[in-house]
C-alpha cells in the first residue's frame, strides 16, 4: 500500500531562517506531488506541484521553494523566512489526472 | 477559472440530528469532486468523490454527496451526527481536461460542531 511520510510535525524557526521540509512517498512510482499551506482559519493554498522528477510548477509568488531531487521525495525550501510563513504545510501526492489527492500528516511551522 | 464555495464556515448540529455541509462549484465543463475531513492538527482524509459516475456518493462514517448539475452543487449529509463527526470539512474540485496536473482547489472549509 502506498503511504506518505512528512517531517517534522512541528518546527519552530527565528525570521531570517532557513528552512527544510521533506516529503516522502512510497508504494507508488511517478506521483505527481503537491505542497499546500494551511493558515490559521484559512482554507488550504497549494503552493508548489511537481509531476516529475525537476518538475516544479509554482502557483503564488511567495518566499519558497519547492524542489523534486527524486521520483518519491519532495522537498519545500527557503533561504530566509518571515513571519508570514508560519502555518500548516501539508504534502499530498495523487496518482492519475482526476484521482484524489492523498495528504501527509502536516507540519506546523511557527516562525518567530 | 473554477472555484468552490462552502456556504457557511461553522455548522453546529445535536448529537443525532443531520449533517447538512454545502457546497458549490463553478465550472463549464463537469468536474472531479472531492469532500475531504481534518481533524485537529492532522493531514486530510478522504471522505468520499464524484467523478461522473453515480450522482449520489457514499463514502466513509456515514457520509455521502448528491452531485447536481442543474444546481453546481455537492452537499455533504450524514443523517445521524456522532460526536466523532465534529471537524473540519473541505470540498474540493479538480477540473476535468486539466491535463495531468491533478491540482486540487479546495473551499474554504466548513468547521462542524456536535452537541451532546
Known amino acids: 500500500s502506498q503511504t506518505i511520510h512528512q517531517w517534522p510535525a512541528t518546527l519552530v524557526q527565528p525570521v531570517g531562517s532557513p528552512l527544510s521540509l521533506e516529503c516522502t512517498v512510497e508504494g507508488t512510482s511517478n506521483p505527481n506531488l503537491y505542497w499546500y499551506r494551511q493558515a490559521a482559519g484559512r482554507g488550504l493554498q497549494l503552493l508548489f506541484y511537481?509531476?516529475?522528477?525537476?518538475?516544479i510548477s509554482s502557483e503564488v509568488p511567495q518566499n519558497l521553494s519547492a524542489s523534486r531531487p527524486q521520483d518519491r521525495q519532495f522537498i519545500l525550501s527557503s533561504k530566509k523566512l518571515l513571519l508570514s510563513d508560519s502555518g500548516f504545510y501539508l504534502c499530498a501526492w495523487g496518482s492519475a489526472a482526476g484521482s484524489p489527492l492523498h495528504f501527509g500528516n502536516g507540519t506546523r511551522l511557527t516562525v518567530t | 477559472a473554477q472555484s468552490v464555495t462552502q456556504l457557511g464556515s461553522h455548522v453546529s448540529v445535536s448529537e443525532g440530528a443531520l449533517v447538512l455541509l454545502r457546497c458549490n462549484y463553478s465550472s463549464s465543463v463537469p468536474p472531479y469532486l472531492f469532500w475531504y475531513v481534518q481533524y485537529p492538527n492532522q493531514g486530510l482524509q478522504l471522505l468520499l468523490k464524484y467523478t461522473s459516475a453515480a450522482t449520489l456518493v457514499k463514502g466513509i462514517n456515514g457520509f455521502e454527496a448528491e452531485f447536481k448539475k442543474s444546481e453546481t452543487s455537492f452537499h455533504l449529509t450524514k443523517p445521524s451526527a456522532h460526536m466523532s463527526d465534529a471537524a473540519e470539512y473541505f470540498c474540493?474540485?479538480?477540473?476535468?481536461?486539466?491535463?495531468?496536473?491533478?491540482?486540487?482547489?479546495f473551499g474554504q472549509g466548513t468547521t462542524l460542531q456536535v452537541k451532546p
Open positions: 474540493a474540485v479538480i477540473l476535468q481536461g486539466s491535463g495531468n496536473t491533478g491540482k486540487l482547489i
Open positions: 511537481s509531476v516529475g522528477i525537476g518538475q
